[in-house]
């Protein structure tokens, strides 16, 4: 019995050994877990393999990259794209780097820039909010601001054929190279016309004029400018 003890103790240390080393390089798929990568370790994951709940993945040194051949889903098994986030593709980007998103783009405050962009796409577009945007361009031309307003409300006082009334209102940046543009909230009558100038720096002037002797319903107007 003594001369097998000490194979028996060693067979014993293999195997100890070999479940360790086994147990140190398996991921844990399912139920939550850590995945621990030893340095100069190569890991490849073939087929669908599929996490559950929380999968926290360790790096013992720093992760110089890592490399998937197919698709990379986040909330979805079956991702239609290179990179798919959402069970319904809400968000993709393809072999390309073309990304695609139903949902909301967030940006904190700074600056956007980019050497080139090929194509934006917007459709759908309902809403586009914003705080502050500075200066927009679009195939090396620049997209500036409207300026816009609101008059006080005119007409409801008889005019005579050929004479006007009008208002002035004060728009900021506003310049006499600058076009305005001016439309009733509410039709003055077909007797009438209006107008809007720009005679000085941050000034609109609109008028109501009569083609012939009438009283134009009172109505406030809108003054866009563009430049």
Same mark, same amino acid.
């Given at each position: 019995m003594k001369k097998f003890l000490p194979y028996s103790i060693g067979s014993i240390i293999i195997v100890i050994? /070999?479940?360790? /080393?086994v147990r140190r390089v398996q991921p844990s798929f399912m139920g939550g877990g850590f995945y621990s990568i030893? !340095?100069?370790q190569t890991v490849t994951l073939t087929g669908s393999n599929t996490f559950t709940n929380t999968n926290i993945? !360790?790096?013992?040194t720093t992760l110089a990259g890592a490399t998937f051949s197919g698709n990379v889903g986040i909330g979805t098994t079956t991702p239609s794209q290179s990179l798919t986030i959402g069970n @319904? @593709?809400?968000?993709t980007v393809d072999v390309n780097g @073309?990304?695609?998103s139903t949902g909301i783009f967030t940006f904190a405050t700074g600056t956007i820039t980019s050497t080139t962009i090929a194509t934006l796409n917007v459709s759908g577009l309902t809403t586009l909010a914003t705080t502050t945007i500075?200066?927009?361009?679009?195939?090396g031309s620049p997209i500036l601001p @409207?300026?816009?307003t609101t008059t006080i409300s005119m007409g409801g006082l008889s005019l005579l054929t050929g004479t006007c009334t009008s208002t002035t209102s004060t728009i900021p940046n506003v310049t006499t190279a600058m076009v305005a543009v001016v439309t009733p909230n509410t039709y003055p009558g077909d007797l009438d016309s209006w107008e809007a100038i720009i005679p000085s720096t941050s000034t609109v002037v609109v008028k109501v004029c009569a083609?012939?002797?009438n009283t134009p319903v009172a109505s406030t107007y809108k003054v866009r400018v563009i430049q």
């Amino acid at each position: 019995m003594k001369k097998f003890l000490p194979y028996s103790i060693g067979s014993i240390i293999i195997v100890i050994l /070999i479940a360790l /080393i086994v147990r140190r390089v398996q991921p844990s798929f399912m139920g939550g877990g850590f995945y621990s990568i030893q !340095q100069n370790q190569t890991v490849t994951l073939t087929g669908s393999n599929t996490f559950t709940n929380t999968n926290i993945f !360790q790096v013992t040194t720093t992760l110089a990259g890592a490399t998937f051949s197919g698709n990379v889903g986040i909330g979805t098994t079956t991702p239609s794209q290179s990179l798919t986030i959402g069970n @319904n @593709n809400q968000f993709t980007v393809d072999v390309n780097g @073309n990304v695609t998103s139903t949902g909301i783009f967030t940006f904190a405050t700074g600056t956007i820039t980019s050497t080139t962009i090929a194509t934006l796409n917007v459709s759908g577009l309902t809403t586009l909010a914003t705080t502050t945007i500075t200066s927009l361009t679009v195939g090396g031309s620049p997209i500036l601001p @409207n300026f816009s307003t609101t008059t006080i409300s005119m007409g409801g006082l008889s005019l005579l054929t050929g004479t006007c009334t009008s208002t002035t209102s004060t728009i900021p940046n506003v310049t006499t190279a600058m076009v305005a543009v001016v439309t009733p909230n509410t039709y003055p009558g077909d007797l009438d016309s209006w107008e809007a100038i720009i005679p000085s720096t941050s000034t609109v002037v609109v008028k109501v004029c009569a083609m012939s002797t009438n009283t134009p319903v009172a109505s406030t107007y809108k003054v866009r400018v563009i430049q």
